[in-house]
């Protein structure tokens, strides 16, 4: 029941996060080319809790798989490759939402620095908000 409880959590998180990195920090633009999904607050709240699972999915299982097996070279750059991890795990899950997805939704990323600030701050969040809950 434990790990239930915190994967709803972290999944909620992710939600949070988007919507307010989305609607006020604009670093990560998230358009609907349906404009009923912005006009609907349900579908608007579905949408973005399919994203976060959908983010959470990239951010929990994909990116230990990814550390875990740049291991040796995060040791050898005193885990700056890890930042590169973060960063990429931001375009891999805006490029499996463009192009594998058939939904009327599209997220952008800015330039890499601010996609760098973003998931920094994103990674950053996600740990403190987890361990408060």
Do not use: H
């Amino acid at each position: 029941m434990k790990i239930f409880r915190r994967l709803i959590v972290n999944i909620v998180i992710c939600w949070v996060l988007l919507y307010v990195f989305n609607y006020y920090w604009l670093w990560i633009k998230i358009s609907f080319s349906n404009p009923e999904i912005e006009k609907s607050i349900i579908k608007l709240v579905g949408t973005f809790l399919v994203l976060g699972f959908i983010f959470w999915i990239f951010n929990s299982p994909i990116k230990w798989i990814l550390k875990t097996l740049s291991c040796p070279v995060n040791f050898m750059t005193l885990w700056l490759a890890s930042i590169v991890i973060n960063v990429l795990v931001f375009y891999m899950f805006a490029f499996v939402v463009n192009n594998y997805l058939d939904w009327e939704v599209m997220v952008k990323l800015w330039e890499i620095w601010q996609t760098l600030i973003l998931s920094v701050i994103m990674g950053i969040s996600i740990s403190i908000l987890t361990k408060i809950l």
